[in-house]
């Protein structure tokens, strides 16, 4: 499986951004087969939960309220709408796939495949 992530760019805090991730090499068709998710790592900074979804939705703290997770399982894509951006969520957003759908949604160690990530930037 191959993630590539996308949409990511420059804004000024307040403002939204959508990226996608799209996976290639999949055969599953529905939701209860994986789970996709997406982390994010600052500079100097350790990766962090964001959002995750399969059969359910899951947020990190600092997504809940602002972002919203979806995904197009027929297209083997997923989305990350972001909206009232600040300048900590600056940082190389990645996408991940799982297998294991009893795994913790938001342990990084616990997802299989990883995109090279997009990297958001926001400014004050």
């Known amino acids: 499986v191959q993630l590539q992530a996308s949409g990511g760019g420059s804004v000024q805090a307040g403002a939204s951004l959508s990226l996608s991730c799209s996976a290639s090499?999949?055969?599953?068709?529905?939701?209860?087969?994986?789970?996709m998710g997406w982390f994010r790592q600052a500079p100097g900074k350790e990766r962090e939960f964001v959002a995750a979804?399969?059969?359910?939705?899951w947020y990190g703290d600092s997504a809940k309220g602002r972002f919203t997770i979806s995904r197009d399982v027929a297209k083997h894509t997923v989305s990350l709408k972001m909206s009232e951006l600040k300048p900590d969520d600056t940082a190389v957003y990645l996408c991940?796939?799982?297998?294991?759908?009893?795994?913790?949604?938001?342990?990084?160690?616990?997802?299989?495949?990883w995109g090279q990530g997009t990297l958001v930037t926001v400014s004050s």
């Open positions: 991940a796939e799982a297998l294991d759908l009893q795994s913790s949604p938001g342990n990084v160690w616990d997802y299989d495949y």
């Open positions: 090499g999949r055969t599953f068709t529905t939701i209860d087969k994986y789970r």
């Open positions: 979804i399969a059969w359910s939705t």
